[in-house]
Structures are given as structure tokens and as C-alpha cells.
């Protein structure tokens, strides 16, 4: 799938949310969904784990209850959704579950993607939704982000670490 302009729009508003969420202490991960006939941002979201102690509060799980607020429907088959780094399998479930039509993503997470990279959660036959994929729309960017945060993290607690993109 090619992106489009409007993913590429909505993509670098997921970065400045990433970019907020560092700020913040938080692993730099942003979230935008979208009608996608329209372009009208439903919800948007930035990983808040650390700010409120909560495990599930990923960028793309705010960012999905924000937008099904706003329809008032659990079923997002109309949106898209931009998020910085692959989801990982709480996300790619919760994806699927709200019906979401489409995801647009940034970076590719070896250590914990569940569109492609170590599983296929939001295209496997099995389940009862498959999503459309348009995977690697500014990973450049949305990588360099993720690395710099860790790279600034390891200096300041001394831990080489492990150098791949982790999961939120």
C-alpha cells in the first residue's frame, strides 16, 4: 500500500504526539485516528504508562477509545489509524476488536510488532477483521525519535541496552 497525503499528514501530527509523550518521560509513541473519507481527526493519543500508571495506556489504545467516543460506536471500520511504531499485540488486538480500517504506521518494532514484524494480528485470516496496512510511512523519523530517547535513557542509567526498537 502506498501512503497517502493525508497519512503523511496525520503521521507527522503522531510524531509531534510522540514527541509530547518524551517530554513527558514517556517512551515517544503518538496516535491519530481519522475518518477516512473525510480526514477528520477522531482522537489522538501519546503513550501516558509512566503519567498514569496504567499499562494499557498506549498511544493507539487512547487514541481508539477517543474516536469511538466521538462516533459514539466501538466500530471504527470508517478510520484510520496513524501510530508512530508498529502496535504490539495488545494494540493489534484491540485494533481488530474496534474494527479499525485501516493502520498507517512508522517504525517497524522487531522486538514486539504484531502487524509484521514478529506477528500478523491485523491480516490473519482467522480472525473475524482484517485491517489494511500501510506500514513504514516516515519510519525514519518515527525511528530516530525511539532511538534517541533510548540512547539519551542508557546515558543517564549507564545500560547499554539491547539497541532495537521496544515495544511501548
Known amino acids: 500500500m502506498i501512503a497517502s497525503d493525508v497519512d503523511r499528514a496525520m503521521m507527522l501530527r503522531a510524531l509531534d504526539l510522540a514527541r509530547e509523550a518524551a517530554l513527558h518521560g514517556e517512551v515517544p509513541v503518538g496516535a491519530v485516528v481519522w475518518e477516512t473519507a473525510t480526514g477528520r481527526v477522531l482522537g489522538e493519543g501519546r503513550n501516558r ?3 498514569d500508571r496504567d499499562p494499557s495506556a498506549h498511544a493507539e489504545h487512547i487514541a481508539i477509545l477517543e474516536a469511538s467516543r466521538a462516533v459514539g460506536d466501538w466500530r ?6 496513524a501510530v508512530t511504531l508498529e502496535p504490539c499485540p495488545m494494540c493489534a488486538g484491540l485494533i481488530v476488536n474496534a474494527r479499525v480500517g485501516r493502520v ?30 500501510v506500514p513504514g510511512v516516515l519510519a525514519d523519523e518515527a ?26
Not at 525519535?145 to 515495544?167: H, I, M, Q, T, V
Open 143 to 168: 525511528g530516530d525519535l525511539l532511538r534517541a530517547f533510548f540512547r539519551a535513557r542508557r546515558g543517564k542509567a549507564g545500560d547499554p541496552g539491547s539497541g532495537g526498537l521496544p515495544c511501548e
Open 104 to 133: 498507517v504506521y512508522g517504525a517497524d518494532d522487531p522486538k514486539a510488532g504484531a502487524c509484521r514484524s514478529l506477528y500478523e494480528l491485523t491480516t490473519d485470516a482467522r480472525l473475524n477483521h482484517r485491517v489494511e496496512l
Open 76 to 81: 471504527l471500520n470508517h478510520c484510520s489509524l
Open 49 to 51: 504508562r509512566e503519567e
